[in-house]
């Protein structure tokens, strides 16, 4: 079992730049695929980006393609998710998961795949 844990958001301006950290702790990340996703206020959580086991591989949805870069440090068991160029409707609470998948090269975007998810860590975007 892992337990995940966020952290780096806050209130920023739209245009500027956040970088959160996910942190695993009770079992090395390297066995997970892991992903991001955020919940606005009355909106349903949706997938924002996703990074294979390895690192080789990731997946971003449209909304923040050329915007959010998701990386990882296995050694650390940590995942990170840099936001550049924030937009107001990138406000949401932002959540890190972990899907113990057994291909290291696999990319997981379906929320109903993982297995642990982190609390969250709210991100505001003022304009």
């Known amino acids: 079992q892992v337990q995940l844990r966020e952290s780096g958001g806050g209130l920023v301006q739209a245009g500027d730049s956040l970088r959160l950290s996910c942190v695993a702790s009770g079992r090395t990340l390297s066995w997970y695929a892991m992903g991001w996703f955020r919940q606005a206020p009355g909106k349903e959580r949706e997938f924002v980006v996703a990074?294979?086991?390895?690192?080789?591989?990731?997946y971003y949805a449209d909304s923040v393609k050329g915007r959010f870069t998701i990386s990882r440090d296995n050694a650390k068991s940590a995942v990170y998710l840099q936001m550049n160029s924030l937009k107001r409707e990138d406000t949401a609470a932002y959540y890190c998961?972990?899907?113990?998948?057994?291909?290291?090269?696999?990319?997981?975007?379906?929320?109903?795949?993982?297995?642990?998810w982190g609390q969250g860590t709210q991100v505001t975007v003022s304009s």
């Open positions: 998961a972990a899907d113990m998948t057994g291909s290291v090269n696999t990319v997981v975007t379906g929320q109903n795949e993982y297995d642990y």
């Open positions: 990074i294979s086991r390895s690192g080789s591989n990731t």
